[in-house]
């Protein structure tokens, strides 16, 4: 079992929807918990981060920590088609290494 | 806009032969990352430095893979020999801790 697990999708959903993407964990050592937006042929871009449990939230995006179900969500509020893309998740025990533990990603289809 | 190169951007080779890839990490970054990406796998690290010493080559199969950083400007990956089963997108990332790794486009490399 992978220490941590994400749904491949691939999701499909309507312009204007709200999107959930979701990761489940093992290590209850993980602190710091990151997603990672990558477009086809690009590399991962940082889009959120958040260290320990909450919700977090920049714009259109939420992202939320349950560490006492070791479940973490990115949540996505009136998806638009360049929304579009594979979502990883990664997550890290310590700020003192930069090791991070990715998921392999979910992928997101928003169409018009 | 600091970006994290890598080159080549496309690479195929036969079995047997070596497989050299290159990254230069955003000026001023101390940290350097390489990546593995499959469908399967997701992203897996090979290994990082800091501050231009190897932290950790765990993740890398040692007896063909090796990687390097002869200065600051510079990090390399090499292959050698090559097998079809190390087909897959190789990434470079560099940062300054845990919330900062940025990615290079990566090196899809083909074996064949």
């Known amino acids: 079992q992978k220490e941590v697990e994400q749904d491949p999708g691939p999701l499909s959903v309507p312009e204007g929807a709200i999107v959930s993407l979701n990761c489940t964990y093992s290590?209850?050592?993980?602190?710091?918990f990151m997603w990672y937006r990558q477009y086809s042929r690009k590399g991962p871009e940082l889009l959120m981060y958040?260290?320990?449990?909450g919700n977090k939230e920049d714009g259109r995006f939420t992202a939320q920590v349950d560490k006492s179900s070791k479940y973490i969500s990115l949540f996505i509020r009136d998806s638009q088609p360049s929304d579009s893309a594979t979502y990883l998740c990664?997550?890290?025990?310590?700020?003192?290494?930069?090791?991070?533990?990715f998921g392999t990603g979910t992928r997101l289809q928003v169409f018009p | 806009d600091a970006r994290v190169t890598q080159t080549p951007r496309d690479k195929v080779t036969e079995m047997g032969q070596e497989v050299t890839m290159r990254c230069q990490p955003i000026l001023g970054h101390n940290t350097v990352f390489w990546y593995r990406q499959t469908m399967m796998q997701g992203l897996e690290l090979l290994a990082y430095?800091?501050?231009?010493?190897?932290?950790?080559d765990s993740g890398m199969p040692k007896d063909r893979f090796s990687a390097e950083m002869p200065d600051a400007t510079l990090a390399t990956l090499k292959i050698q020999p090559s097998e079809p089963r190390d087909s897959a997108v190789y990434f470079c990332?560099?940062?300054?801790?845990?919330?900062?790794?940025?990615f290079g486009p990566g090196t899809r490399l083909t074996v064949l």
């Open positions: 990332a560099s940062g300054q801790g845990v919330y900062t790794q940025y």
């Open positions: 430095f800091r501050n231009r010493a190897p932290l950790d």
């Open positions: 290590n209850s050592a993980f602190q710091y």
């Open positions: 958040t260290y320990s449990s």
């Open positions: 990664a997550m890290s025990a310590s700020g003192n290494t930069d090791k991070l533990i």
